[in-house]
T-cell receptor, first 112, second 112 residues
Framework: QKEVEQNSGPLSVPEGAIASLNCTYS??????FFWYRQYSGKSPELIMF????GDKEDGRFTAQLNKASQYVSLLIRDSQPSDSATYLC????????????FGQGTELSVKP | GAGVSQSPRYKVAKRGQDVALRCDPI?????LFWYQQALGQGPEFLTY????????KSGLPSDRFFAERPEGSVSTLKIQRTQQEDSAVYLC??????????FGSGTRLTVV
């Protein structure tokens, strides 16, 4: 079992819809959680991070964390074609410094 | 500098050649990370520095891989006797706090 798992997709949603991206992790020592966006041929860029159970909102993005279920998700409201990219979930584990464990990424396609 | 700078942007090496990849982090960032990203996969952790100290090198795939950061700023990732399986994008990231970091543009290494 991989430490961080994501559905590789592709996930296709129409413009204006809500895109829901999911991630599960195996290590209960995981303490902080990150979502990165990666356009084709580019490097990952940080969208959001979350440490506590519940929801965290930033503009059109909402991160949701459920530590009991070892599950973190990213919701993108009013999806735009420019949101089409691969979304990477990453986890930082307690006592492992700043090291992040990444999932394989979910490819999102927003159709006009 | 304004961002994390990596060079070269692209590198083609013949199998068996040695290569050196450079990373210039954001000025003042204490933590520096190297990741390897194969096509269609998420980044895989290689190694981590805090200032000049290499605190974690557990992700280096073999003793052909070596990283250094002698003055706590610029870092070099060296790969000796390159193999085809070393072909990947090598990403460098830096952080002031140790996580939630900023990636450079990466070096795409192709071993032929």
């Amino acid at each position: 079992q991989k430490e961080v798992e994501q559905n590789s997709g592709p996930l296709s949603v129409p413009e204006g819809a809500i895109a829901s991206l999911n991630c599960t992790y195996s290590d209960r020592g995981s303490q902080s959680f990150f979502w990165y966006r990666q356009y084709s041929g580019k490097s990952p860029e940080l969208i959001m991070f979350i440490y506590s159970n519940g929801d965290k909102e930033d503009g059109r993005f909402t991160a949701q964390l459920n530590k009991a279920s070892q599950y973190v998700s990213l919701l993108i409201r009013d999806s735009q074609p420019s949101d089409s990219a691969t979304y990477l979930c990453a986890v930082n584990i307690y006592n492992q410094g700043g090291k992040l464990i990444f999932g394989q990424g979910t490819e999102l396609s927003v159709k006009p | 500098g304004a961002g994390v700078s990596q060079s070269p942007r692209y590198k083609v090496a013949k199998r068996g050649q040695d290569v050196a990849l450079r990373c210039d982090p954001i000025s003042g960032h204490v933590s520096l990370f190297w990741y390897q990203q194969a096509l269609g996969q998420g980044p895989e952790f290689l190694t981590y520095f805090q200032n000049e100290a290499q605190l974690d090198k557990s992700g280096l795939p073999s003793d052909r891989f070596f990283a250094e950061r002698p003055e706590g700023s610029v870092s070099t990732l060296k790969i000796q006797r390159t193999q085809q399986e070393d072909s990947a994008v090598y990403l460098c990231a830096s952080s002031a706090q140790g996580y939630g970091y900023t990636f450079g543009s990466g070096t795409r290494l192709t071993v032929v």
